[in-house]
Structure formats: structure tokens, C-alpha cells
């Protein structure tokens, strides 16, 4: 057999063999960090033997599936850890997810942060025992019969409702077995170096009809070095929460009164406008015009697009005139009736329609999280209607605009090209051609970019902009999706030069994603201390004492008058104090005023950026701050707390 490798490089065998065998052909080395396999793009156990031609790559720890097979396999080791400290704990599932694993568990005394210790050294004991993992299956009633033997009725549940034909698989290590379909280490011991973080509550099968079990979160890394910097990290998160911050810094809030609908403050609303200034500006230079749909349309309509089936339990729904209505959870069928609201000709085309469209959508209570899941969100949206020619063109203008702005904020970012899903529709054809004009477009631009198989929109392919954070967290935030579907559903028509109707094809696409969620990003990207552009304070005037109020009031005017958002510290408190003040509020201008100041028509500058710069003519300061706005420049912050 003719084994493909990830390089190009070709290995034959004249017999069969397993991953494991075939990377250690390769090299010891590679052996060593293998973590799992991937034959003709499935993920496999190191174990799985492969007997005909295809391509293969060894997964390590440095490829996120290969990551996701060493995560499953700490979560395995808690499990075994927990059985030996608590034995009369029910298990439930322990995948591993983005930044590592979990484990639901059910026992009437819950676990506390204390025992959490305990497991961690019963880990460390079973990664020393080095306990071999083996894989193997059982017939479905022998399977059942295990566990209901072990007294594991989570896991009968499980096996029960898997199809009749399903392969039982279970892994093993020393005298531990779960269900399990893999896949896992060949050992418990390269599981060096993990961290059990957090406990939290979770339904059995994520339905709040069933029993809440409790969760336990862990993470895991082949080197201490590498667990020591990811909880640097997570350490650096807790202080940039926009949670915290945005109560200190006064931008937003949340109530029990509107679980999951934030209340933007005073300051808050001068940083959210601002970005959708931004957001106009960027948009009116690239040919975007803007509309506004309605917040509420009728069930056909959602329908027509398909929602409906697709998304109708996320969606708030009442009856009008003994009609049903939906509150929208997407603008793209509103953008879709501005299409239609005149003829259109292929003169018109493209025809690229903005809209900054409060949706909501229904998340679960526990999902909710600050700003970042919501259940009532601004969508920074835009539809693009065009002729099939135009596809390639607009797709890399879009990228070009992401990139723009992602750039603006310094964040770095990688591209995902996500492929038809199994609840799709529309047909083989268009779902060929839609996904060869965004692969083409990309290899256009030369961005580099990853295929995520099966988890495009139910209309149409996209590719997902992941955009990293100062401190290396990743978030997805623009996409781009090419639609063939709604357009026919909607039978959306222009003339074309031939005089003949034709059907145009759609671009549905965000930049910020919801601008809440980015505003939560910027903070803790920033950790408050935005870019003076963008800062709801821009400048905030100091007095040294009261006689030199009226001083500070003719340069806050003077301030005002050009454009910038300044306040006054009216306060009868020692400069030192309101100097301290103004940078726990992240100011990133003080004007300290005082009896030089005011003799000489002169401020004293204190900046976020360079501490102490000295007096200034005021004309010279607005001249420099209105310069620093226009051009959105961003500092470097010297960090002064």
C-alpha cells in the first residue's frame, strides 16, 4: 500500500500497519509526540491500522485536533482520579474543547475547590503509573450490561439511544474503562503538565429539563513551561474582564430585570458610536449604502428564507392580527425586501446594502456571558447582490475591508473556509461553485487559510475571519458568505445586458460580527485603555485648586468647541489624587492648569503614553490631539498604575 504523507513524501508497506507503527517508521521522535492520525482528512487513534492507499498525517500537540486527542486523554486520567477518590460518583462526558477538557459528573456530595487539589495528585500518580490505554469493542447488550453493573446510568443512557449498527467503543487504562470513540494517547504518561480550573453547573445533555450534574474544567500541555504561560494568561484575562472593567470604567451594565440585554451608559454609547462612525465611514468609501429594516416581520417570510426550520427555537415570536411574527435573529431577509423594492438592472449590480440591525436571538441562561453572548445584539451586516462574474472581485473586497479594520486595532488574525453542512440546502452544483469562488478568492489575495468541512452557513460556504488578541486568545468575529439559495427562494431578479431576467447571487457579511461582542473584545484587547480615537474620554482637565476653575472651564470649552471629548475634575482633592484618578479611568490626556498655566495660556500634558510631556501652548495640544484622532493613531501605552 502507498501511504501519502503531510510533506508529499510517499511511504509503501507491503502489509498493513497501525499510525503509531507507520510514525515510528518515520522517525522515534515524531513517535514520541504523536498524539493522534488523520487518514484522507478523518482524525483517528494512533492505533488504527491502515491497510490501503490514502494520505496520512501524524498529529502532535501542535495541530488542534492532535491537541483535542491529548485533552481527551487528561479528561480520561480526571475521571479515572475522581473514581478512585469519590467511587460513588456517576460519570456523564468528558470531551476536550478549545483550551482543553471537561468532565460532567453526578454525585450527591458536590466537589469543592479543595478536592480539586486531590485530584490533581491522584492525576499526577496515574500519568507516573505510565498506564498503558487500550481501545476495543463490545456487542451492544454486553456493553449495556457493563455498565449497568458498574452502576453508570449515564453511560447506559448513551449507548442506548447510539443506532442499532453503531460500533460500541471503550478505551482502558489500568483498572479504569469509559465509553469512549476516541481518540487517546497510547499512555497516560506524556499527560505531564495540567491544571484543574474551574467548577461550574451543566444539564445532562445540555436540556434544562433534565438534572444539573456538575462540571469540572481542566487544561493539559505536554511541558510545564507551556500550562505555566497559558495560566499567565488566564491570570492576565481575569484583570482585562470587560465585566469588571465595564462596571469601573462606567460603559455598560447588566440587570435580572433584561437577563442578556445590555444597558449601554453614557460612556459606553460614546465608545459604541464612535466605532459605528468608523463603521459608516470605512463602509462609504467602499461603495456601501446603508439601510434599516424593521425589527419584527411575519413567519412567511422567515419561512421563504428558511429560518424558520432552521432556527425557529432561537427566535422570540408573537401573534399580530391572529398572524404569527418573528423578532428578526438575522437582517439578511429585510435586506433581501430592499432588494426587491425597485427593478433592478445589472448596471445597478453590485449593489452592496449596509445595516446596523438590532437582532436577537434566544440564548440558554447559562450561555450568557458579559457582552460576549447576548441575546439582543447590534449585527454590523451588509448584503451584497451581484452577477456571477463580480463574485471573485467583491469576496476580496470584503477580505480587504476585515483586513482594514482588523488592522486598526492591531489584531492579528487567520482565515477558516467552513463547507457545506449536512442540513444544507440547495444544490451540488451551486454548493461546488460557491465554495471554488471563495477558495479562489482567498488564493487571490494569498491569504493562507485552513478547511473546516461541514460547518458552513444552511445556505451557502463562508470563510471566518479569527481574529487574536494582546494577550493571544483567539475570537471569530468577520465572515463572509456566498449565497445561491435565498436569492432563488426569494426569486430575486435584474436585467441583464442582454435584456433577459436573470437571478443575482448574495454576499451576506460582518466586519465587527455584533458590535457589542467587539466593544467586549476591545476592552479586554485594550484593557480599557482604548486608542485616543476611541476613548470615551479623550482628555480630562485638572485644576490644581478651585481658584483655577475657571481657567480649566475656558480650556474644557476650548476642547469641546474642536471636536474633543473632555470632562473637568471640579473637585476640591490634591492634584496627586485626581492625576491617580483620571489614569484608573484610562484617560489618555491630562491638562494639569494651574496659576503658570493660566498666566501663559498654557497646559501642563500628562498622557497614558509618555507620563509627564511638559507644558504646551493650548493651540499646540488640540493641534497634536485632533491630528492623533484624525489619523486614529494608535500609542503605545506606558503602563503608570
Not at 444552511?458 to 456566498?482: A, M, N, V
Amino acid at each position: 500500500m502507498k501511504i501519502t504523507l503531510k510533506d508529499g513524501s510517499c511511504k509503501e508497506y507491503a502489509e498493513s500497519k497501525s499510525v503509531i507503527e507507520i510514525a515510528t517508521d518515520i522517525s522515534e521522535g515524531l513517535a514520541r509526540v504523536a498524539t493522534a492520525g488523520e487518514i484522507d482528512g478523518e482524525v483517528v487513534d494512533l492505533r488504527t491500522v491502515v491497510d490501503k492507499d490514502c494520505e496520512l498525517s501524524i498529529l502532535t500537540f501542535q495541530d488542534e485536533k492532535g491537541k483535542g486527542a491529548f485533552r481527551h486523554t487528561a479528561s480520561h486520567i480526571m475521571a479515572q482520579a475522581i473514581k478512585r477518590l469519590y467511587p460513588d460518583t456517576k460519570l456523564a462526558i468528558g470531551p476536550s474543547v478549545a483550551d482543553g477538557f471537561y468532565y460532567d459528573i453526578d454525585r450527591e456530595v458536590p466537589l469543592t475547590a479543595d478536592d480539586l487539589v486531590k485530584i490533581e495528585a491522584e492525576m499526577k500518580k496515574i500519568v507516573k503509573e505510565n498506564l498503558p490505554i487500550e481501545q476495543y469493542t463490545k456487542p451492544r447488550e454486553e456493553a449495556i450490561a457493563y455498565f449497568k453493573e458498574k452502576d453508570e446510568p449515564y453511560k447506559v443512557e448513551l449507548i442506548e439511544d447510539l443506532p442499532e449498527d453503531a460500533v460500541i467503543s471503550f478505551y482502558s487504562q489500568g483498572e479504569f474503562t469509559d465509553l469512549c470513540a476516541g481518540p487517546h494517547l497510547m499512555s497516560t504518561k506524556p499527560v505531564k503538565a495540567f491544571k484543574l480550573t474551574s467548577l461550574a453547573g451543566a444539564y445532562w445533555r445540555g436540556s434544562e429539563k433534565n438534572k444539573m450534574l456538575q462540571r469540572i474544567y481542566g487544561t493539559a500541555f505536554p511541558k510545564k513551561a507551556e500550562l505555566d504561560e497559558y495560566l499567565t494568561m488566564l491570570e492576565e484575562a481575569k484583570k482585562r474582564d470587560h465585566r469588571k472593567l465595564g462596571k469601573e470604567l462606567g460603559l455598560f451594565m447588566m440587570r435580572d430585570e433584561g437577563p442578556g440585554f445590555p444597558f449601554f451608559l453614557p460612556k459606553g454609547m460614546e465608545l459604541k458610536n464612535t466605532l459605528l462612525d468608523y463603521w459608516r465611514e470605512i463602509h462609504r468609501k467602499n461603495g456601501y449604502v446603508e439601510i434599516a429594516t424593521p425589527i419584527m416581520l411575519s413567519r412567511h417570510l422567515w419561512e421563504t428564507s428558511g429560518h424558520w426550520d432552521h432556527y425557529k427555537d432561537n427566535m422570540y415570536t408573537t401573534v399580530i392580527d391572529e398572524e404569527d411574527f418573528a423578532i428578526k435573529p438575522m437582517n439578511c431577509p429585510g435586506g433581501i425586501l430592499a432588494y426587491q423594492s425597485e427593478p433592478r438592472s445589472y448596471r445597478d449590480l453590485p449593489l452592496r446594502m449596509g445595516e446596523l440591525g438590532l437582532v436577537h436571538r434566544h440564548e440558554k441562561s447559562g450561555q450568557l456571558h458579559g457582552l460576549m453572548r447576548v441575546r439582543c445584539f447590534t449585527q454590523d451586516d451588509a448584503h451584497i447582490f451581484m452577477m456571477p462574474e463580480q463574485i471573485r472581485d467583491e469576496i476580496k473586497g470584503v477580505a480587504r475591508l476585515i483586513d482594514e479594520v482588523y488592522s486598526l486595532f492591531g489584531f492579528k488574525y487567520h482565515v477558516e473556509l467552513s463547507t457545506r453542512p449536512e442540513d444544507s440546502m440547495g444544490s451540488d452544483e451551486d454548493w461546488e461553485m460557491a465554495t471554488d469562488a471563495l477558495r479562489g478568492a482567498l488564493d487571490d489575495l494569498g491569504l493562507p487559510y485552513v478547511v473546516n468541512e461541514g460547518d458552513g452557513a444552511f445556505y451557502g460556504p463562508k470563510i471566518d475571519f479569527h481574529l487574536e488578541d494582546s494577550i493571544g486568545r483567539t475570537w471569530q468575529c468577520g465572515t463572509i458568505q456566498l449565497d445561491f439559495q435565498l436569492p432563488l427562494r426569494f426569486e430575486l431578479e435584474y436585467t441583464g445586458a442582454d435584456g433577459e431576467k436573470h437571478r443575482p447571487i448574495m454576499i451576506h457579511r460582518v466586519a465587527f460580527g455584533s458590535i457589542e461582542r467587539f466593544i467586549g473584545i476591545l476592552i479586554e484587547h485594550f484593557a480599557g485603555a482604548f486608542p485616543t480615537w476611541l476613548a470615551p474620554v479623550q482628555v480630562k482637565v485638572l485644576p490644581i485648586s478651585d481658584k483655577y476653575l475657571e481657567y480649566g472651564n475656558q480650556v474644557l470649552d476650548a476642547l469641546n468647541n474642536a471636536g474633543i471629548r473632555a470632562e473637568l475634575d471640579t473637585r476640591a482633592e490634591k492634584i496627586g489624587y485626581k492625576i491617580r484618578e483620571a489614569q484608573m479611568q484610562k484617560i489618555p490626556y491630562m491638562l494639569v492648569v494651574g496659576a503658570k498655566e493660566e498666566e501663559d495660556g498654557l497646559v501642563s500634558v500628562r498622557s497614558r503614553f509618555a507620563g509627564d510631556e511638559g507644558q504646551k501652548s493650548l493651540d499646540a495640544f488640540l493641534c497634536d490631539i485632533k491630528d492623533e484622532i484624525a489619523k486614529k493613531t494608535v500609542r503605545e501605552v506606558k503602563t503608570q498604575e
